[in-house]
């Protein structure tokens, strides 16, 4: 059964940096794509990175696009969210997702078409 743990959340000041962790399991995840969304309250949960755990590829939202940085380490099946210059408007609570990787491609920002998820952890970012 897959499992996704998310860790790293927490308070920061605007333009500080936090980095979130999603440990991975249950499963070979060669062959899944692995993202990263988020929701604020009242709105809509939103796409903001993905990547093909094998391989390179990767897409980000155009809100977080040179500020963040996702990647994954094989050896601890962990998948990364490196938050740099964090802004207010970054507050949320992050969620970790995973789907096979035939199915989407890292630039499927639906979240529905997400097959797995983490139980969220909370950013805040305080101007």
């Known amino acids: 059964q897959v499992q996704l743990v998310e860790s790293g959340g927490g308070l920061v000041q605007a333009g500080g940096s936090l980095r979130l962790s999603c440990a991975a399991s249950?499963?070979?995840?060669?062959?899944?794509?692995m993202g990263w969304f988020r929701q604020a309250p009242g709105k809509e949960r939103e796409f903001v990175a993905a990547?093909?755990?094998?391989?390179?590829?990767?897409y980000y939202a155009d809100s977080v696009k040179g500020r963040f940085t996702i990647s994954r380490d094989n050896a601890k099946n962990t998948m990364y969210l490196q938050m740099n210059s964090l802004k207010p408007e970054d507050t949320a609570v992050y969620y970790c997702?995973?789907?096979?990787?035939?199915?989407?491609?890292?630039?499927?920002?639906?979240?529905?078409?997400?097959?797995?998820w983490g139980q969220g952890t909370q950013v805040t970012v305080s101007s």
């Open positions: 997702a995973a789907a096979v990787r035939s199915l989407i491609s890292v630039a499927t920002t639906t979240p529905e078409r997400y097959n797995y």
């Open positions: 990547r093909a755990w094998s391989g390179g590829s990767t």
């Open positions: 249950g499963r070979t995840f060669t062959s899944y794509t």
